[in-house]
């Protein structure tokens, strides 16, 4: 039986695969405290100033063998696009240092890594990028994810790297992008939303369930995962606007250069996922199911 860790389950990401029914409780663990607090994250003191402890990599390994630790799955990071820009110290810490650092913990172990990457690597000048593209990124977010990515297969060449954009129901108290759009239609305000940037989101769901067929298959490498469909960040909205009857008159769409104080974003950042539906054989849902189980997801927990 496989016996998780799970860096960063107090994030959007983590704190759904924790409670995923894909993962026994008996057999994973959510880490962000007591671990980081001496090796591998970003912690914050009790008036939330970051601090950035050395790394010890002799304490988390030793972490890993006592806890019988063997798949790790990193979900940890700091992804606010304008917060990278702002705090460029915190961000290659979270995003490049740390992975490195965990991924020669679990290859010094021979223990299975999981990294999450994203879709943010690329200029955005091209459609559904595919996983040997190079990549170039535009922005500090992104230079950080790509160089997290390199030191994850510098240290660790036989872990699993997930390039994606999700979405689904959070479980903490920052939203996910499809959660803040629901909330607000369901409040009767307007949602600014673009269209003419593109994306691939997949349902946090469905990306946990596809990266554990991964993980049993045995698979090494990069691959993106994610929604067939390229759509905009307004029809993603539409989308949500008609699976949950909300009012559609709300929803404006606007172009991203009207959004002057935002730090600078690829305009495409859809991804192509034939690699990962060729290795598991068969194709991942089209987003309007994915959506339609948004909506079951929703309805239960309320």
């Not at 039986?1 to 409670?19: E, H, P, Q, V």
């Not at 063997?70 to 304008?82: E, R």
């Not at 994610?226 to 993603?236: L, M, P």
């Not at 730090?263 to 034939?274: A, E, H, T």
């Amino acid at each position: 039986m496989k016996r998780f860790a799970i860096f960063g389950a107090t994030g959007r990401l983590g704190s759904s695969w924790l409670g995923s029914k894909l993962v026994d409780p008996d057999s994973a663990i959510g880490e962000f405290y007591s671990v980081v607090r001496d090796t591998a994250h970003l912690i914050v003191d009790d008036n939330m100033t970051l601090v950035m402890p050395k790394f010890c990599s002799a304490k988390l390994k030793q972490w890993l063998v006592e806890n019988d630790i063997n798949c790790v799955i990193n979900t940890a990071g700091f992804s606010s696009v304008d917060g990278c820009e702002l705090e460029p110290e915190r961000a290659y810490y979270a995003n490049a240092e740390l992975p490195g650092h965990i991924a020669g913990a679990c290859s010094d172990l021979s223990i299975k890594l999981v990294h999450i990457s994203t879709d943010h690597l690329y200029t955005g000048r091209k459609a559904k990028a595919r996983e040997e593209e190079t990549v170039q990124p535009i922005n500090i977010y992104g230079l950080s994810k790509a160089l997290g990515e390199t030191r994850v297969r510098a240290f660790c060449p036989d872990a699993l790297i997930i390039r994606t954009n999700f979405f689904g129901r959070s479980f903490i108290k920052k939203p996910f992008f499809s959660d803040w759009i629901i909330d607000q239609l369901s409040l009767g305000r307007e949602v600014e939303l673009f269209g003419n940037v593109f994306f691939s989101p997949i349902l946090d769901q469905n990306l946990i369930s596809t990266v554990h067929e991964l993980i049993n298959k045995g698979v090494t490498g990069v691959f993106n995962v994610c929604c067939e469909e390229r759509i905009s960040k307004f029809e993603f909205g539409q989308l949500l606007a008609s699976a949950f009857q909300l009012d559609h008159s709300l929803l404006k769409k606007i172009d991203i250069e009207e959004r002057r104080n935002l730090v600078k974003r690829p305009y495409d950042m859809s991804l192509d996922n034939g690699k990962v539906c060729t290795i598991l054989d068969h194709p991942i849902e089209p987003i309007v199911t994915q959506v339609k189980l948004l909506v079951e997801t929703r309805r239960k927990i309320q």
